[in-house]
Structure formats: C-alpha cells, structure tokens
C-alpha cells in the first residue's frame, strides 16, 4: 500500500508528509533504538514513543518510510527538519501503540 | 589493485543529537557509488551502532572508512574508558548506559552484537583507562 492511505488514517496528525508515493509493506513496533536499528524491515512503518533525534537517524538508517509517534508524543522542530529532509514522513497520534499498529495493518497490509 | 575511497570524520562527544550523522553520510556514499543495498544496510547498522557507541560511553573519537575492491573496513577510534570485560560487554542485554542516555531509547545492550552479527569480521582493542579501537569489516 502507499504511505498516502497511513497519512490519511484517522486520530492522526501528520507532522511531516515524506513521499506519499512511497510504498510500505510492513509495519513495526518497538521503542528501543538498537533493536529497531536492526529489526525494523525496510520501508516500513514504525510505531514508537520515542520522538527524538535518534529516533529520525535510525529511521533513515533502516530506511524506514515513516515514523509514527504514539500516546500524544510529539517531536521537535529540529528532528522534524532532519525527517523531512530525508524524507521521512512523520504522524503524532494519542492512541496506544498497539491500537495505532492495528489500524495501521487494517488499512491495507493485511 | 584498484583505488582505494577513504573517509575520515571527527565524532562529537558532546552531542547526542548529532550522533549518527557520520553514519549517514557514508550511506549516502555507498549509495552514490552503486554498492548493493543489503550491504550499505549491514555497514549502515555496524557504524551507526559503533558511532553512537563512541559518544554515549567514550565522550566521541574518529571513524575512518575504507572502501576498496573486496570490502568496507570501518576503523573507530576513542580515547575513552576502555572496554573492561569485553565477553560480558558483547552479551546481549549488557548494557552500562546511564539513565538520561535510556530515556532516550538507548540501553538496550544490543549494539555490539548487532556489529558483530551484520560485519563479516570485527575487532576489538581496548585498554581500560586509554580507549577503545574497534575494525570491522564487511565484505563485498
Ligand atoms: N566505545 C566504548 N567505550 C567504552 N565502553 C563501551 C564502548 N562501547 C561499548 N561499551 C560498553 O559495552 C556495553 C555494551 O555496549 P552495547 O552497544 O552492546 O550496548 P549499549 O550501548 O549499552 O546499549 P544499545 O547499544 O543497545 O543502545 C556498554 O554499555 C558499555 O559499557
Ligand atoms: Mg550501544
């Protein structure tokens, strides 16, 4: 599916847009950086509720497509900056994490 | 033998937020050169684990990157505390990191081994008290 449906998705505010074109396959949770680093799958969508920018640089390492901050976490201007530079898109939403992931997988990757 | 690429940068100590530039930078790199992307991944997560490694536990250092025919050896050295049980270090889970460095996601004792699992060879020289110097290397 493209990272267009998950930037429509409901309870959502995207923060920074990446490509919308972009296709996603999976969808990851986890909110410690050295296991995301090296178990979020590429061109994924990764569900945390670290919003920092650590977070921006292990995304664009793992190439991640989008950064989904969960439980209202929000991130700073700078790392947002450094998202949309690369081109990462970036939601905040208040919802868990796994009701977040859920919706996610409901909207196309089942 | 063919050409060798070598890049070299300065890792900050001082800022955690800066940490892993130098790491995408060489992706960015291997890319524009064309090397295959399972490769730039692996050397991606084994620099970018051992950056960071050097500026949360050794107040940073310096990476030299080597890119030649066969491989990609990476070279990253610091002048920190030293690396005292290097098997316990390596064992996932183990992790020394302070409380401010965890809550920002770091911790997880899984930097190390993940160097070791995505490097085709890794090395370490450390002496408490002088530093630490890790190799490893990524064959093509
Ligand atoms: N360059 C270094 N200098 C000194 N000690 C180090 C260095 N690199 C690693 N260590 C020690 O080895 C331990 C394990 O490192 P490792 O990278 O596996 O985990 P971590 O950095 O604590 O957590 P994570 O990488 O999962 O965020 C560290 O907690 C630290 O005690
Ligand atoms: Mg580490």
């Not at chain 2, 399972?38 to 684990?49: D, G, H, L």
């Not at chain 2, 030299?64 to 070279?75: G, P, Q």
């Amino acid at each position: 599916m493209k990272l267009q449906t998950i930037l429509k998705l409901p309870d959502c505010r995207v923060l920074s847009e990446g490509r919308p074109e972009r296709e996603v396959t999976r969808v990851f949770c986890c909110d410690l950086l050295s296991i995301a680093m090296s178990r979020a799958p590429s061109d994924s969508v990764w569900v945390t509720v670290m919003g920092n920018k650590n977070t921006v640089a292990v995304a664009s390492l793992a190439d991640v497509a989008c950064i989904v901050l969960a439980e209202g976490v929000s991130m700073d201007r700078d790392s947002l900056e450094k998202a949309s530079e690369e081109g990462i898109a970036v939601l905040s939403t208040e919802l868990p994490v796994f009701d977040m992931a859920l919706n996610i997988y409901r909207a196309g990757m089942e | 033998m063919g050409d060798q690429l070598i890049f070299t940068y300065d890792i900050d100590g001082s800022d955690f937020t800066r940490a892993g530039e130098a790491s995408s930078s060489v992706k960015n790199k291997l890319k524009m050169l064309g090397v295959n992307s399972e490769i730039i991944r692996r050397v991606a997560i084994a620099m970018y684990e051992g950056e960071i490694n050097m500026v949360i536990h050794a107040d940073g250092g310096q990476i030299t990157v080597t890119v030649s025919d066969d491989d990609i050896v990476m070279v990253l050295a610091d002048r920190g505390p030293g690396i005292p049980d290097i098997g316990k270090a390596m064992q996932e889970g183990y992790s020394t990191a302070r409380p401010e460095v965890r809550s920002l996601g770091f911790g997880a004792g899984m930097g190390l081994p993940n160097m070791k699992r995505y490097t085709d060879q890794m090395e370490i020289d450390t002496v408490v008290g002088k530093g630490t110097t890790i190799t490893m290397k990524v064959a093509f």
